[in-house]
């Protein structure tokens, strides 16, 4: 049983900056994809960065320059440092895991980015 639990959201001024953190059940090395997606009100939800093999990273454009994925494999845990935040960056973010096809979701966090 794979369990994520995200930390880390609230809310903050434009232009400031959040880390989310995302601990999980076990190794985080075991997993084939993990990281963070959004979904804002009315929004699909989108990928913001993600871990997707070894040390490679792939990470949303809109976010790109901002953003930054890291994590510690000895807490089990995989971060979001978010700077220069932007209204638009207001979502759900959710932690998520891939291990043998089978996906994992956290409960979400808030982040809410006033202008």
């Known amino acids: 049983q794979v369990q994520l639990v995200e930390s880390g959201g609230g809310l903050v001024q434009a232009g400031g900056s959040l880390r989310l953190s995302c601990a999980a059940s076990g190794s985080i090395l075991r997993f084939d994809v993990m990281g963070w997606y959004r979904q804002a009100p009315g929004k699909q939800r989108e990928l913001v960065a993600a871990?997707?093999?070894?040390?490679?990273?792939k990470i949303a454009a809109s976010v790109k320059g901002r953003f930054t994925i890291s994590r510690d494999n000895a807490k089990n845990t995989v971060y979001l440092q978010m700077n220069s935040l932007k209204s638009e960056d207001t979502a759900v973010y959710y932690c998520?895991?891939?291990?043998?096809?089978?996906?994992?979701w956290g409960q979400g966090t808030q982040v809410t980015v006033s202008s």
């Open positions: 871990f997707t093999g070894g040390d490679s990273t």
């Open positions: 998520a895991a891939v291990l043998s096809y089978e996906s994992y």
